[in-house]
């Protein structure tokens, strides 16, 4: 039987790159780029290429597990869902609403999202919904709402080929975004577009960079007032006209008169000339396209990063046409889709708010609940969630399709806070994981290419991942296992779906009359096409690629608002004990914390174990050898790695990836959030897994 290809769509990064899946036998055999999509037009990167052993891996989770005696046992389905939806239903009634939560990551489909929402905040009557893109996105995510409005990304993919500048900040993302990175090479060779790059690492991306800016870890807020303090005093900004769609354009010229090239060299460590270069390529440009990344919104200042990012597309009206604009790329496949459905503690379904009482009301009136029931104080971020576990606010958390042990920061107060929980359920593909190890109940799940649902692209396009097979075992689809917990929790008539296009059926309807407005969009239009960039208000509709073309922003006044920030050092500071900077990052050949990448031979084969990035300098002080195993330590742990030594960092910093737990609690501890900090922009909660201020020495024998 020939083999059979079916379109879908990528999995991991927030690219969205299509993809074809060929079946053979009733298996996945081999995974290609889609020739023609928008996002990669055929291009495929290692980590799908590489996919078809995650579908067979020893791993996979094929029955539902209950620990008894310590130990996790096979039990049916009716057993473990009665016994989550039992537990549950106690917890509520002796602790309130409030001690129940969930985590997700941020790679579930969009009709998965509404389900966690409407479960646990229109029926639980909790707010403590969270998922791994508070990890990644959350700064983007309130940048855009204090900058614009909203949570929308203006600017589309096709804005790379008219683009004459490039302007990239705290990502490598020849690496993490290769199809991406490759456009924007091409766009560079073709059109002569200008690149500059701001990271504290020379990278692969930083080769094509005509500028590279390699700032001190945190400093870029000093560093875009400073461009933005050349851009006016040079000339380059029409204030008057400006004036017209931004406001507070007088109060950011006065704090930019603070931050002339000469002090933003001293904050950053970038030559002043090369500041001043920048903003002048940035001032001349005609279409700038910015992309940032986790770089940025890992950090303690990370909304402010992202404001002041934002000025300087403003001020050089660059944005809303053709080749410019501000263009954020997300981590996950559907992170944008999770903050659109309500992902988190302080979102509502539609892109609404907990805390605003007529979105409250639509949601309570669609939903067909009291509105008192919508609790109107945002829940509790990730972090805060494993602060009530330590406290006992939190007694119950459902993980689904994340890994919180090994991805969240300052492991040990992680690990302690997990163990806490009366009730840690566990919903995922394999085991063991850092995080099944330790939860009270396994659930196995179906996982992409084995369900349907929808994912929302960093320009907003939503796609279908259809089924193309079935899953292994008795593992279920993520849908299907919260509508049977819901309904064994006796919520019968609020979830009486039989499919996920049910779901997504009922959840577009309350996107109407929103930017995410998704009434044109089925699944049937969307199994005849390449998907559809959002809002798309009816059938008839063809997508909007440009936000805002109109200049008019979704605020009081109708303006962007130009917002003056002052710069602040990272709350962590280096000193004697910690005179080092631990940067953490991606690799090319896995992903996250590795539950699926790892368990692939060739991927694992290229990248087996973890190291740490040193300068010569600081190698040469510390009598470190390239491929001396070192320790890395801080006031929250240690973890170990193989020393490579490189220019690519700053003398006094050190690059760790993030993908490597395993042993976690021995000698022998590779991973890297053992020793990261857990502070968190008060604006956005995320962490700053950018800067930690860690000590460096070489591993003694044992």
């Not at 080769?207 to 933005?228: C, E, F, K, W, Y």
């Not at 994912?455 to 907003?460: A, D, K, L, Q, T």
């Amino acid at each position: 039987m020939p083999i059979q290809w079916h379109k879908t769509t990528c999995p991991y990064c927030g690219f969205g790159c299509g993809l074809m899946a060929g079946v053979e036998n009733g298996k996945i055999i081999e995974i290609k780029g889609m020739p023609g999509h928008p996002a990669n037009d055929g291009m495929i990167c290692t980590l799908p290429a590489n996919s078809v052993p995650v579908f067979c891996a020893e791993d996979r989770l094929t029955k539902p597990m209950i620990r008894r005696d310590g130990k996790l046992s096979p039990v049916s389905w009716e057993e473990a869902i009665t016994h989550v939806a039992s537990r549950f239903q106690e917890i509520i009634e002796t602790h309130g609403p409030g001690a129940i939560a969930i985590h997700s990551g941020a790679t579930c489909t969009t009709e998965e999202y509404y389900l966690m929402n409407k479960l646990i905040k229109g029926c639980i009557g909790s707010n403590n919904i969270e998922s791994s893109t508070r990890l990644c996105m959350a700064s983007s995510a309130m940048g855009f709402m204090s900058t614009i409005g909203a949570d929308a990304p203006p600017a589309c993919y096709a804005d790379i080929e008219q683009a004459d500048l490039f302007f990239i900040a705290g990502n490598n993302m020849a690496i993490s975004v290769p199809a991406l990175f490759a456009r924007v090479a091409r766009s560079k060779r073709k059109n002569d577009a200008k690149v500059i790059v701001v990271d504290p690492r020379r990278s692969e991306t930083t080769g094509i960079a005509d500028i590279h800016l390699q700032i001190r870890p945190g400093t870029d807020v000093a560093l875009n007032n400073s461009i933005a303090h050349v851009l006016l005093k040079e000339g380059y900004v029409n204030e008057e006209k400006v004036a017209e769609y931004a406001s507070g354009i007088k109060d950011l010229k006065e704090l930019s008169e603070e931050y002339p090239p000469s002090r933003a060299s001293e904050i950053t460590g970038c030559p002043e000339q090369l500041i001043i270069d920048a903003a002048r390529m940035v001032g001349r440009s005609k279409a700038m396209l910015i992309f940032w990344f986790q770089g940025y919104n890992h950090s303690t200042q990370a909304v402010f990063k992202n404001n002041t990012l934002h000025n300087l597309w403003l001020l050089t009206n660059n944005f809303c046409k053709p080749g410019a604009g501000p263009l954020s790329i997300t981590g996950e496949c559907n992170a944008l889709g999770c903050r659109w459905v309500g992902g988190l503690s302080h979102l509502l379904p539609g892109m609404r708010m907990v805390a605003n009482p007529q979105h409250r009301q639509e949601v309570a009136d669609f939903w067909g609940i009291p509105t008192e029931k919508l609790h109107p104080v945002p829940g509790r971020s990730i972090m805060d969630i494993v602060s009530g576990l330590h406290s006992g606010d939190v007694r119950a958390l459902w993980v689904i399709a994340a890994n919180p042990a090994a991805s969240l920061p300052n492991t040990k107060w992680i690990l302690d806070g997990l163990s806490k929980a009366e009730m840690l359920v566990v919903q995922d593909i394999f085991h063991p994981t850092e995080t099944t190890k330790l939860a009270d109940v396994v659930l196995p799940a179906a996982q992409w290419c084995e369900k349907a649902g929808t994912f929302i692209s960093s320009e907003r396009r939503i796609e279908l991942a259809d089924k193309i097979i079935d899953p292994p075992g008795e593992a279920k689809p993520d849908c299907e296992i919260l509508w049977l917990v819901a309904r064994a929790m006796g919520f019968e008539k609020e979830f009486p779906y039989s499919s996920p296009e049910d779901v997504f059926g009922e959840f577009k309807q309350i996107t109407s009359g929103r930017i995410c407005d998704m009434n044109g969009v089925t699944y049937e239009r969307l199994r005849g096409n390449t998907g559809i960039q959002l809002p798309c208000p009816d059938v008839n509709h063809p997508g909007t690629p440009r936000l805002f073309t109109d200049r008019y922003f979704p605020r009081a006044d109708g303006r962007a608002a130009l917002l003056p920030r002052e710069y602040l050092p990272p709350k962590e500071t280096i000193n004697e004990i910690y005179p080092f900077v631990l940067i953490t990052g991606r690799q090319q050949w896995h992903f996250n914390t590795g539950v699926r990448t790892k368990r692939i031979p060739y991927l694992h084969q290229r990248a087996p174990d973890n190291f740490v990035e040193i300068h010569p300098h600081d190698a040469a002080q510390l009598r470190i050898q390239n491929g001396d195993e070192v320790e890395v330590s801080s006031s929250r742990g240690t973890t170990k790695g193989f020393a490579q030594i490189s220019g690519r960092v700053l003398q006094g910093n050190i690059f760790m990836p993030i993908h490597y737990g395993g042993a976690i609690n021995n000698k022998d501890a590779r991973l890297a959030n053992l020793v990261t900090n857990n502070i968190c922009d008060i604006h956005s909660k995320q962490p700053e897994y950018k800067f930690s201020a860690v000590n460096l020495k070489k591993s003694q024998p044992c």
